[in-house]
Nanobody
Framework: QLVESGGGWVQPGGSLRLSCAGS????????VGWFRQAAGKDREGLAC????????FYADSVKGRFTISRDIAKNMLYLQMNSLKPEDTARYSC?????????????????WGQGTQVTVSS
C-alpha cells in the first residue's frame, strides 16, 4: 500500500515536498516513481527510480526542478519540487513495480497511491 502526503497550495516559485509511505514490502525491492494528472489531461510520468536507486529518469517538464529520493529505513519515497509553476497544478501519485525494465513507463507500474493535490497559483 502506498499513501501520499504533502500536497497543498503554493505560490509560483515556491517549493513543496511530497511524501509516499509504503507499507507491507520494503520499497527497496521496487522501482518507484511519481506521476501526475492535471484536469482534462493524461497522466504524466515525472520522476522514476530503479530498484537499486542508481538510475533515475526525469521528464523534461520537471528536470532540474524536481528530485526523487527514497529512504529505505523509513520505507518512504519523496518528491522535492522547487520553482513550482501554475502548470504544475495536478494530482500527484506515487507508484511502485517489480523489476527495472522500462521503469520510466507509467504503464508498467502495478501499485499506486490515491494521490495528493498540488495547486500552484497566486
Amino acid at each position: 500500500q502506498l499513501v501520499e502526503s504533502g500536497g497543498g497550495w503554493v505560490q509560483p516559485g515556491g517549493s513543496l515536498r511530497l511524501s509516499c509511505a509504503g507499507s507491507g514490502d520494503s520499497l527497496a525491492y521496487y522501482a518507484v516513481g511519481w506521476f501526475r494528472q492535471a484536469a482534462g489531461k493524461d497522466r504524466e510520468g515525472l520522476a522514476c527510480m530503479t530498484v537499486s536507486g542508481v538510475e533515475t529518469f526525469y521528464a523534461d517538464s520537471v528536470k532540474g526542478r524536481f528530485t526523487i529520493s527514497r529512504d529505505i529505513a523509513k520505507n518512504m519515497l519523496y518528491l522535492q519540487m522547487n520553482s513550482l509553476k501554475p502548470e504544475d497544478t495536478a494530482r500527484y501519485s506515487c507508484a511502485a513495480r517489480r523489476g527495472d525494465i522500462s521503469y520510466y513507463s507509467e504503464s508498467t507500474y502495478t501499485y499506486w497511491g490515491q494521490g495528493t493535490q498540488v495547486t500552484v497559483s497566486s
